[in-house]
């Protein structure tokens, strides 16, 4: 999405627009030209290449809608989500079916179509006001009088032009006041066309509910999958702890007590030691258990909330981390054990790779949000794609239909944010 927003007050939501409408006009260009490339691969459906051509065609258009939807997105404050079913990767005539039998597909095709029409009466014409405003001052100021001087007829709406201000005054004023007019008008209604061009788009470009249906149903079974995924992996992690660590201690304390026992009469001395070092490996044993269940679920979890949570994870952190909190309540347990758990692995990544001297971790709920962020002032370069883990984290949180955004310019900062909805109990 681009990174301009729509902007609530001042004079600067007025302004952008004409700015906006042309750039979106601008965009038009290249979304033409792929509507002819995907126009010239339908029509050759019949010679058989166009089973093959037709996919790529298509994917270029949805990758420039895409680019629009952001666009529209981000300027009139009107959520315009990708609305294509998924394409299977199977053969070319399996690829071509799907994306066929996809509504959005023609839904595109009828937008191109008819979108340089609804374009020119709302998202453009807050631009073509404002320039047929400046148009009049120009003429009034001095092309009025150049193009008298060369025996020119020149008419501005129903005002017809005799010169410029220096000549007739009167005449080039009128025609100022009419520029003024123009540009003011356009300036004034812009916002509210450009509101009108986001609903047209949304009707459009904006998934149907029965794409939106399918693509729910998709994203619940790919998180559902990794739900059970996760889950089978921390069960054999949790049973690995348990072979390897507390488990083998207390057989061995069973047998140290088994020969204390045998001891104790013949050799008083020799129980007393085996006795100690049992001792001691209860000791360690119960510390291991107490890890093992700190990382299922942590106590200070279940009885402080996320929050302090967090800020107990910042305590054992080998960075000094600032913790800010802003939870007037608390979530349910299974997003608070998902936040938790995001947060323990990012840090763990920062600690890792990032070089960082210092951490900033942000808490707060916002618009039935839970919102995290988490800033460090490292060498940047993070990727979704790397080996960073972050791809998992982004995985599990999907379970709660959460998102995670990341900020990684090479040099830093690194910015990594986490929204799951909830609503928040009383504390």
């Known amino acids: 999405m681009s990174g301009d927003v729509v902007l609530k007050s001042g004079i600067g939501r007025y302004t952008a627009v004409p700015w906006r409408g042309l750039r979106l006009w601008l965009l038009s260009f290249p979304l033409l030209f792929a509507s002819v490339a995907v126009m010239v691969a339908f029509s050759l459906v019949g010679a058989g290449i166009g089973i093959f051509l037709v996919p790529p065609a298509v994917m270029m258009?949805?990758?420039?809608?895409?680019?629009?939807?952001?666009?529209?997105s981000g300027w009139t404050g009107r959520r315009v989500d990708r609305p294509y079913l998924p394409v299977p990767e199977g053969s070319p005539m399996q690829r071509f079916s799907a994306i066929i039998q996809d509504p959005a597909t023609w839904r595109d095709m009828a937008f191109l179509l008819l979108d340089p029409i609804v374009a020119a009466f709302t998202a453009s014409l807050s631009f073509l006001l404002f320039l047929y405003g400046v148009y009049g001052w120009v003429l009034a100021a001095f092309v009025g009088r150049i193009i008298k001087e060369h025996g020119g007829n020149e008419w501005y709406t129903f005002v017809p032009l005799q010169g410029s201000f220096s000549d007739h005054p009167v005449n080039a004023g009128l025609i100022a006041g009419l520029g003024t007019a123009y540009a003011l008008t356009g300036l004034y209604f812009g916002p509210r066309l450009m509101d009108?061009?986001?609903?047209?788009?949304?009707?459009?470009?904006?998934?149907?509910?029965?794409?939106?249906?399918?693509?729910?149903?998709?994203?619940l079974s790919e998180t559902r999958a990794d739900a059970v995924d996760a889950s089978a992996r921390e069960l054999r992690r949790i049973e690995r702890d348990l072979h390897d660590g507390a488990q083998a201690r207390l057989v061995a304390m069973g047998m140290s007590l088994g020969a204390i026992e045998h001891l104790l009469d013949r050799d008083p001395?020799?129980?007393r030691i085996l006795l100690a070092e049992t001792r001691e490996s209860s000791a360690k044993a119960l510390r291991?258990?107490?890890?093992?269940?700190?990382?299922?679920?942590?106590?200070?979890?279940?009885?402080r909330g996320v929050g302090d949570a967090v800020k107990a994870l910042a305590l054992d952190h080998p960075l000094p981390v600032e913790v800010a909190v802003d939870l007037p309540g608390r979530p349910d347990a299974p997003v608070e054990s998902a936040a938790y758990f995001a947060v323990s692995e990012i840090l763990t990544n920062v600690a890792k790779h990032s070089g960082a001297r210092r951490v900033w971790v942000d808490v707060r709920h916002e618009a039935g949000m839970l919102r995290i962020s988490v800033t460090d002032d490292g060498q940047g370069g993070a990727s979704l794609d790397g080996g960073t883990g972050l791809r998992g984290i982004e995985r599990r949180i999907g379970t709660f239909d959460g998102v995670l955004a990341l900020s990684s310019p090479p040099g830093g900062p690194t910015i990594v944010t986490l929204e799951l909805p909830c609503e928040l109990l009383s504390s």
């Open 61 to 72: 258009l949805r990758s420039l809608l895409d680019t629009h939807r952001g666009l529209v």
């Open 288 to 303: 291991e258990l107490r890890d093992l269940v700190r990382g299922i679920h942590p106590p200070v979890l279940a009885d």
């Open 269 to 271: 001395e020799r129980a």
């Open 196 to 219: 009108a061009y986001g609903r047209w788009t949304q009707s459009l470009l904006g998934p149907t509910e029965k794409s939106r249906l399918a693509l729910r149903v998709q994203h």
